[in-house]
């Protein structure tokens, strides 16, 4: 596969904070990813998962303290600034976020859409073109659905339609993938697939991958290093060999409040 996305990204994050009106979804945290890691995010339903991808994604800003990509202080940042900087790091939603009833190729082309003018984008999806047909060919063929490209996206089964999600991703020419509990919806065997080819691509590519897990199973034995996270504070933040079973346990004890988000 030609090399479609960049060097990995790196992200460096200082005491943050983040408010929801009078909820606090994170605080405090403190968190170096370097470029090329592969990071799973474990906790409960409610500890900030989501919403630190959110803010490593650049579509939440903090309330609080500071977050630095490649050095660059997002916090700083333009609107126009932080929308190249979006156009960099692709999301896998847990909603997947596809555009129904129009054909896989033109979901594909939606990964750069971030990084054109309005019109320029309406062009390339109406007129892509041999190369980027092609281009968005071999992508499918990576991600096992090369005989998908013209197919219409919503008669795709649950684990097809993932696939074109990351397809997308991978066509946007991001530094870094975020996957917010993206095999919450496949049976176990496909979950195992599409985390093996996830942190596959990642790896292949040297690209930076974080990703949230409620499957433990998977984070353990994929990801070298696990960030737990609770009631919005940073639990533990440890290569995964070296957490305890008595660490997760206490991670995922239910018998105080949790936060949204």
Do not use: W
């Amino acid at each position: 596969m030609s090399r479609e996305c960049q060097t990995g990204a790196r992200f460096e994050l200082r005491d943050l904070e983040v408010d929801y009106g009078s909820t606090r979804a994170l605080a405090g945290v403190s968190l170096r990813v370097e470029a090329g890691e592969q990071i799973a995010l474990v906790g409960p339903s409610g500890a900030g998962k989501t919403t630190l991808l959110s803010v490593l994604n650049a579509t939440v800003r903090p309330t609080g303290g500071t977050i630095e990509v490649n050095g660059a202080d997002l916090t700083a940042y333009s609107v126009r600034e932080l929308r190249r900087a979006r156009s960099e790091i692709a999301f896998v939603h847990q909603g997947l976020n596809l555009i129904p009833n129009i054909r896989v190729l033109h979901n594909v082309l939606s990964g750069r859409m971030g990084r054109q003018s309005f019109l320029g984008s309406l062009f390339s999806m109406l007129f892509p073109g041999r190369k980027r047909v092609e281009a968005v060919h071999e992508i499918l063929d990576r991600v096992g659905i090369p005989d998908k490209l013209y197919g219409y996206t919503h008669r795709l089964s649950g684990g097809q339609q993932q696939r074109v999600a990351i397809a997308r991703a991978l066509y946007q020419n991001c530094r870094a993938i975020l996957a917010d509990e993206p095999v919450a919806s496949v049976d176990p065997a496909r979950a195992r697939d599409l985390v093996v080819l996830l942190t596959s691509i990642a790896r292949e590519n040297g690209l930076t991958l974080v990703m949230s897990l409620h499957n433990l199973e998977l984070a353990q034995r994929y990801f070298p290093r696990l960030v737990g996270l609770r009631q919005g504070e940073l639990a533990f933040d440890a290569p995964t060999s070296d957490v305890s079973s008595e660490q997760l346990q206490a991670l995922y004890d239910l018998s105080a409040s949790q936060v949204v988000a």
